[in-house]
Structure formats: structure tokens, C-alpha cells
């Protein structure tokens, strides 16, 4: 299946041909350690050819063995790949990549294996961010991942913008209320809308449904959704139609912001850190990187975790153990932040200094405000949701398409769709995630 | 092959050479040349339609149910994307169909440059319909280059939002100009082939008869095209309840349609029982499209006998 090795060794060929002595390769590299083989890695990130070009060749060439950086799967069609093969007991894949919502339906099918005897090991000479290794416990005493990328949503602006700030306002700490006024201003200046946000759906796939859970609702509601119809909600939503108002109408069509942002059709742009960095890559001096605002309840905001983990009968356990291994350590951490523009895991690999790559310093900047944030309330992804986790986003996506762009009543859509999430919750018995207080049983929409 | 395989002695004693295996041979040749498209047609279309069936009638965990049509018609902006499809069904069909009449008869006649016409007019023809869809939001989209020339000209101070979520107007003029100039193409090789299947003394005759142009058009060339056009109508209005790629590119979610509607229920909402009820919403549809043109249209049998 990998095409890899014949590569390797037509391309050691070719050399030998023109003259020169062969390149070192990954897998030829003599170190200390034995070469444990061919290591069959799925992953749903790094998929852009630069970015799966540039594990490759930058990250996965010092490895001692021959790892297969197979990034033909999205998350959605990785999950019945795995499970199917786990159904089947014949299992090809040695190492997974994946983002923490998707090792929940493989963790629950029994698919995933235990890891914790292996992170015992890592962590004696590498310090995990304690938190996102507790993620990959995925609520239970063991580890069924270990933490490999992180990343979070936040905003980007042009720097043409900031002379409209409404009086007083920072910057890099917005209200919702200052963001609205500053697009009301910017509006009244120029006459055009120039606020931003990912609202596309299907194959487009704007993360608005993202900013309603992690961003909009925590920091009116102090939740995600327990608080769904709650008098917060129907504030949230008021302050999501004001700020509709003056946001770009052709929002509906966008996936990626850091698109209209470079073509000027947007100064001010929230989505997914990944989505944001080309416009600070390539115009750096035009962009910059800003935390998202609070609201009455705090500053909300998501992470998004990627982690590692090993599927039950994986052919090549030493090898896909030590792909982990290599694949935390430090160097190899900032190799691989600069190449998929996510962010390491480790606590003590700074991006952030002058020798961060490009646009990712200036993320983690804005990534580290908001955290920071005195008022800062984390938000997970949706947990224990299993199959429905689609569908429960789509009540979000539906409740935005009918309040904010139907004109319905707030009250009696967030009242219909409240029953829809309630009904989501029932069917996989989901119990409430934070920052929504703990419940006994399945998270209850009050 | 097995002329030679055949031993000698046998063919003397048949005394002929063997006429049986020969016009056994011939009868199953036309079954062996469609054989690889019947099984390909078989395994990768008619057993998922099949399959896609049985899944609209399923509930999640496999047992009969009609409810997933009820989730369906409950389903956000359910209606929003019926109307959508059917009214750029409306406008896309009669419009393209007029031109591609109008660009064959053309094509047809003995105008300087004809053939450069004809070969710029199929370009659309190899066009995806989603790269078609990107070409024309670069032109539409605000900072395209339609807003583009109008500020030049200063015929405008802002840009015109033509693909805004509320221009429903906007919206849908560049869906169904995207949608036309992508498929045109297509019906006017379609009705060409038919014009060309016209004997000419039909035309000749009635010439001679005295009628004009206009009154030959009306009266020879267009009932005799009726064949020509249904296939044409079928194939499109059955594409047209599918159009997919141009609304995603041009108007994201600010225009449900139902293909769009059913691809998100896989791929976003992964709920594949509500994804096959729309997809059997869509087969539906078309196929009373079909029926419709096969009533509306139908063609004397005595047209084909002459």
C-alpha cells in the first residue's frame, strides 16, 4: 500500500546514479535504537499536501524506521474505517491521529488501547499540559490517547480597522457589545459590513456551529448547554442579531476566513486558528492575531485537542509506541507546530519567541491573552455525544439560521431547538461536559 | 480461434462448416460487449439506489419506518429548498433550452466563422459544475470583478452584495446564469445531432411551397425535433433537480436546495437514513419530470416510420 519505500529507494538510486553518495533517510538513519519498521500512521490532520508533504519530509524523515504518513481520510470517514476494522479483528492501522471527538466513538467500540504505562514513560523527561492530558483519559481512569497538537479558535484583524474602535475599547480584550459597536462604526465610516464569520455549510464547512457552542453561549450563559434556552441565551442571541447587522452578508458563503480577509472584503474575522494563518502569513503587517471577546459570564473559548492513540491488535505496537515517543518530544513538537500551524502540547515549547514560524507566533499570542484571560472559561468540545454529534451541531447551526437569519422569535426557537438537543442527549445518555456543571445522569437542558 | 482448435475430421463429418456455433457466436456478441457496462451499472448504481431505498425506509437501528419522511419534512428549511430547487428549475430549463435552440439553428447555417462559434460555445462543456460555481462567484462576489468594473466606472460607490444571504434576486440570477452557460452547451449538441437527423427536402419542400424562414422553423424543423427535445428536457430537468456544486460555490447556506440538503446529512450531520429520504425525494421528483416530458412530448409512432 505505501509507495514510500520504493521512493526511498528510487530516489537513493537516482543519487547513486548522478555521482553522489545517498542522502540519509529516515528510515536509514544508524542511531543507538533498533529500526522498528514500517509504521502504518492514519491521520485526519496535516492533510493540505504542503502541510502531509512537509510531516514528511520535515518531522517523520529523523524517525528510525519507516513511518506511513497516510492522510487520505477525513475524521468523519476514519472513524468506520477503524471500528469496521476492529469489528472484523483485522487490523492494519498501527497509529492514529485524530481530534478528541473522534476517539470517543473508538473508545466506547473498545477499539482504542490503553495507554498509560506509555505516558508514565514520556512523562518523566517531557512536561504534557496536565489538562489536555486529561482529555485523553476521555473520562475514565486510563489514557486512551496521548496528547499530540492543540489548537483554538480566535480572531484576526486588518490593521485598517483599529481606527474605528469604539472609545475606550482594547483590542485584545473585546466585550461582544465593543465588537458589534466596532462594526456599527465601521459601518457608518465606510459604508460597507466588515465583520466576518465562517457561516457556509455542507462541503464548505464554515465552524460557525463552533462559535455558537465555545464562544457565544459560555460567555452569555456561563455553558454550553444547559443554559440553551435560559434568559443569557436569549441575550446572546440579541447581541448575535445586532452584530449580524453589520456583518458581511456574504458570510453565509464563507468556509475559510482567512480568504475574505486577504481580498479585503473583511477587516474583522473570527474561526479556527488553521483557517486564520495564511492571511498572517502573508501579510503580516496588514493582520493581527486577537483574542475573541467576553461576554457577562467570561471570556468563552474552545480548544480543539488532537491526540495519539494505538488501536487494539495494531500489527506494529513497539513501532507505533515509538512514533509517539518521537513524535512529543520537543524539537519534534515545534517542527510539527510549524508545519500544520497548530500549537505543541508541551508546556515547556514556547512558539511564541522570534523564532516562532510564521503567523504562528502571532496566534499563539492571542491564543496565550485568552487563556490568560482573568474571566477565562474553557469550553470542551461536545463529549459522549458518539453518532450524534453531527446532529447536534446542526440544532445550533439551525437555531443561528432561524433566529438570525429568518427573523423567527428567539423564545420559541430556542424552545423548539432546546427539545431537539434534549432528545440528541437522550439517545447517546450523555452527561453534561464543561463548562456546564457536572450532572448526575444525562446532561438536562434547563 | 476455435476454427483452428476445431479438429478436421469432425468438420468433414458435419459437411459444412458449423453454422450453429457461428450464429451462436454472433447472438452473444452484442451480450458480451454490454455485458462490462450492465455489471458496472449494476454494482455501482442500480444496488446503492437500491440500497439508498431500503435506507430511507430504515430507522437506525434497521427496522421498517416511514418516519424519516416526517423528519424530513420537519427538517429546517425543508420547504426553503424545495421551493429553491424548483425555481431555478423554472428559470434554468426554458431559458437554456431557448438558447441552445436558438445557438444549433445557428450553428447550422452557412455564417462566416461558424465553426470557431461552435468550438467556443463547448468549452462549458468540460467544466465541472463546481469549478463552474467558482468562476462565477469571482465574478459576483463583492470584491469581484463585476463590482470590480462598475467602481472603475464609477457607476457605483460601494460594491453591490449581488450574492448577500437576503438578494434573493441577486442569488438566484447567478445560479441560473452560471447553471445556463455550464449546461447550454450541452442541449446544443443534443438538438444539433436531432437537426441533422431532419432530411433536408422536408425544408427544401416546404421552400418550395413557399413558406418563409420563420413559418419553416415553426411548422418543419421544430415538430420534428420533438424526439430530439424530450431527450434533451429529460436529461436536464433530472440534472437540474440535482443542481449541487454552482449553489454551493455561489451561495453557500444562503440557499438551501435539496442536493445540498442531502449531502450535508451525510457528510456535517451524518444521519444516513435522512440523507437517503432526500435523495428519494430528488429520484421521485425527476422521474414525474420524466413521465411528464414522456406525456407532454409524446411523438406519433408513424414520425419514425416514414
Known sequence: ?446 | MSGQVEAPALRAAAGRPRPAVRFNRRQLEPYALLAPATIFMTLFFAWPALQTLLIAFQSAQGSFTLDNFGAMARDTDFRLAVRNTLLLLVLIIPIETTIALVMAVLAQSRLFGRDVMLYIWSIPLAVSDLAAGLVWFSIFTSHGYLNSVLQDLHLIAHPVGFLDYNNLGGLVTAIVLAEVWRSMSLVMVIIMSGIQAIPPELDEAAESLGAGAWQRFWKVTLPLLKPTLQVALILRTTTAFQVFGVVLALAGSALPVLAVKSESWVTEYRNYQLAATYAILILVLSSLSTVGYLLLLRTPREVFQR
Open chain 1, 1 to 446: 500500500m505505501s509507495a514510500r519505500p520504493l521512493l526511498v529507494s528510487l530516489a537513493a538510486l537516482l543519487t547513486f546514479a548522478c555521482g553522489g553518495t545517498p542522502a540519509p533517510t529516515g528510515g536509514a538513519t544508524p542511531t543507538a535504537q533498533a529500526n522498528v519498521g514500517k509504521v502504518e500512521f492514519l491521520s485526519s490532520q496535516g492533510q493540505a499536501v504542503n502541510e502531509a508533504e512537509g510531516m514528511r519530509k520535515q518531522v517523520l524523515a529523523g524517525f528510525n524506521g519507516t513511518p506511513d504518513f497516510n492522510t487520505s481520510l477525513t475524521g468523519g470517514q476514519m472513524v468506520p474505517k477503524l471500528l469496521a476494522e476492529h469489528q472484523a479483528s483485522k487490523v492494519d492501522v498501527d497509529l492514529v491521529g485524530d481530534v478528541h471527538g473522534d476517539m470517543v466513538p473508538l473508545q466506547s467500540a473498545g477499539a482504542l488501547q490503553d495507554l498509560t504505562p506509555l505516558l508514565q514513560r514520556l512523562a518523566k523527561d517531557r512536561k504534557f499540559n496536565p489538562q489536555l492530558v486529561a482529555y485523553g483519559k476521555l473520562g475514565t481512569q486510563k489514557q486512551y490517547y496521548i496528547p499530540w497538537l492543540q489548537a483554538t479558535y480566535m480572531m484576526v484583524v486588518n490593521k485598517k480597522a483599529l481606527q474605528y474602535l469604539p472609545k475606550g475599547a482594547d483590542v485584545n480584550s473585546l466585550t461582544y457589545d465593543q465588537l458589534a459597536q466596532w462594526g456599527e462604526n465601521i459601518q457608518k465610516a465606510t459604508g460597507e459590513k466588515k465583520i466576518g464569520i465562517p457561516a457556509a455549510t455542507g462541503s464548505r464547512g464554515g465552524l460557525l456551529n463552533r462559535f455558537v457552542q465555545g464562544y457565544l453561549y459560555p460567555s452569555y450563559t456561563g455553558g454550553e448547554v444547559s443554559g440553551f434556552k435560559s434568559p443569557g441565551a436569549v441575550q446572546a442571541w440579541q447581541l448575535m442579531k445586532r452584530l449580524w447587522a453589520v456583518t458581511n452578508p456574504q458570510s453565509t458563503n464563507y468556509g475559510f476566513m482567512q480568504e475574505p480577509l486577504q481580498s479585503g472584503e473583511v477587516w474583522v474575522a473570527w474561526d479556527h486558528q488553521a483557517r486564520l494563518i495564511d492571511a498572517l502569513k502573508n501579510l503580516p503587517d496588514q493582520f493581527q492575531a486577537v483574542p475573541a471577546p467576553s461576554g457577562p459570564k467570561g471570556l468563552g473559548y474552545m480548544s480543539v485537542v488532537a491526540g495519539l492513540a494505538i488501536p487494539v491488535g495494531a500489527p506494529n505496537q513497539k513501532g507505533a509506541e515509538a512514533l509517539i515517543d518521537y513524535l512529543t518530544r520537543p524539537d519534534n513538537q515545534k517542527k510539527t507546530t510549524a508545519v500544520v500551524g497548530f500549537f505543541p502540547v508541551l508546556t515547556d515549547v514556547s512558539v511564541s519567541g522570534s523564532d516562532a514560524p510564521p503567523g504562528v507566533g502571532a496566534e499563539a499570542g492571542a491564543a496565550g491573552k485568552q487563556t490568560n484571560a482573568k474571566k477565562a472559561l474553557p469550553a470542551l468540545l461536545p463529549v459522549g455525544l458518539g453518532a450524534k454529534d453531527g446532529e447536534f451541531n446542526k440544532a445550533y447551526f439551525d437555531t443561528f439560521t432561524r433566529i438570525v437569519l429568518h427573523n423567527e422569535d428567539i423564545q420559541t426557537v430556542l424552545s423548539d431547538e432546546a427539545k431537539q438537543l434534549q432528545s440528541l442527549l437522550d439517545t447517546a445518555k450523555a452527561p453534561c461536559w464543561p463548562p456546564d456543571p457536572p450532572s448526575t445522569g444525562t446532561c438536562q437542558v434547563r
